[in-house]
């Protein structure tokens, strides 16, 4: 981790305008009633793998105190009964510094596996780290990833493992490369062959471009590394596993960026490369492009973690950063709220790491910060643990978003949804960040059957207090949320997906995507593939399908229903695509799809559904939106949508475009 504010650097070459062209970004809304907000598992978004943090450089510290200690501390992260549950684990190979340095703060000098050039491993170090590892597999942490922050010191430029004596250079000798990605994975294959423990990635570098960051004399390991020399250590470490017989079991991550805006250089590498890197990982301190990082890994076919975060940010409160429990926590719980739901909803995180969950409270006091979730003294083996309100508020995600979970859609919401299909179980996690009081309503009328509740808060009177039940009313839940609250809500609900859909259709996908696989299987839909021309169905012999004015672009996307969609390309106002749907008479409930991966402010649509204009001058957002339409009648036999360019729109980029659409028959 090394924050600082610079420019922020982009890197737009071909390859990345190519997904964005086809991006997808990951916030969506409905089309609401009095503000209420619709949760619709039909919206399902990514897995959920789990929560974690970082092993450095507190682990290094506790890992030698007393077994009854280190108990407390790894029950209160790990534990899913008595703490926040982590089921992630970010485990640093340290590369050691130069024992004759006495720069690094305290946790800080990782002992590394080889300490002189040309001498054998010496398994017996790191012991402290191990040791939490250990502990944190015993509680259920089974996700874990191994990275490095530094080679060691011999084999740097400087003599030392904080970085280059000149800051933006890279710091790894050039005859050095092969050898440290055989470091690498040595330390990994030992922990495999010999330890029983086997990460599933292994991130070589981190976060490097920080440039000012990693110099040398600074207090933690750190390397700046160009494009050239990120490639050439990734065919490195790629060839090392590969030789070792690792890469079926060890696969690679990168590139660890400290701005998510940054995650974009990766698209600068050559195609191999990307072929060998298995899982982008991001760190979220810095930058706002959270679509199109999701875009950029959903079309390079890459996982996505949000791998490392945390912040103090200073405020103007009494007292200054440093606060466990007053006005400014708050403020720190609500910047944590906000990263979470950000970075889980638009980044599309399967996994969502805390930097450093324990820090040193002398140090914090010293440094007026509040950085970590958990406070102690290192200087000293003590079980003075203090929870600080980002702690309670990370236990309001972490303890009930469990992994498996599906992230479903819901809107600009502020509240991240999450739909256990197992355990049936919605978890509804919302924060207000604002001054006042707000009362918000969630319709859940889209699950077959609703029973028991339960809410738990933190405020600033409240640490994940268990509230009493609430009741849900015609579909309808209504909460209250105080000011600068996280507010939780388990609700049993079950859902099966097949409720009277008629007819899904998965713009721009001729060959069956996940989500029409999965919706086919639980209704008998009568449009046999996801999309196809207006004519008659081959199985159902039902007539449906698109028309459009000119000629038609198709972007087809497996695993998500909005990367896939459907333009018409004609250059007159009024122009578009009409979808027809043989039905018979009656009510329905339609849902329309849109994403606009261009972002185009004069892309004006006019949406008419049986000949009625009902939504005018519609601007599709960068980011995903539902648009929901109740008991539209059909008298003729035939429903038809028009998704048309407004008339007085001719610009180039402002095709009419829709993602999907969803038909169901309403109980007349």
Known sequence: MFLFNRKNKMFFGTVLIAFLLFANVSEITYAKEDNIIVIDPFGERQTFEGWGTSLCWWANVIGGWSEENIDKVMDLLYSPTKGLGFTVA???IGGGDNPSHSHMRIGGDVPGYLPIEGGNYDWTRDANQRKILDEAIIRGADTLEAFSNSPPYWMTYSGCSAGNTFPWDDNLKEEYFD?????????????RDEWGITFRTLSPINEPSTGLGWKAGNNQEGCDWSKESQEKIYRELYDSLVEKDLIGQIRISGNEETNLDWTF?????????????????????????????KSLARFMDKRIWMSETDSSPTLPLSGGAHDHYGEHAMEEAMWLAEKIYYDVYDIGAESWVFWQAVEDETGAVEGDHSFGLIHTPFNQDNDNFILTKKYYTMAQYSKFICPGYKIIYNGISKTLAAYG??????????YNDTDD????SYDLSRFDTLGNIEVYRTSINENLQKLQNIFINDD???????????????????YSNSDDIMYYVDCGNVECSNSYTDIDSNNNLRNSVPDQAYGEDSISNYSWGYETD???TAVAHRDDMFFSLRTDESLLGGRGITYSFEVPNGHYNIDLGFRDPWSHAYRQLDITIEGNLETWRYVPPRWEEIKSYKAVQVND????????????????????????????????
């Open 90 to 92: 970010r485990y640093n």
């Open 476 to 494: 309808i839940l209504e909460i209250s949320l105080p000011s600068k609250s996280v507010t939780t809500i388990i609700i049993d609900a079950d």
């Open 421 to 430: 299909e197992d355990d049936g179980k919605l978890v509804l996690v919302a």
């Open 265 to 293: 250089n990766i698209e600068d590498y050559s195609q191999d490369v990307i072929d060998d890197i298995w899982q982008i990982n991001t760190h979220s301190y810095h930058g706002t492009k959270r679509p199109e990082v």
């Open 550 to 552: 000119g000629e038609t």
């Open 637 to 668: 036999g035939m429903l038809t949508i028009e998704v048309d360019r407004c008339k007085h729109i001719i610009d180039n980029n402002a095709d009419a475009m829709i993602s999907f659409i969803r038909i169901d028959k309403c109980s007349d």
């Open 437 to 440: 009081n707000k009362t918000i």
């Open 179 to 191: 050898e440290f990605a055989d470091y690498l994975t040595e330390v990994v294959k030992h922990f």
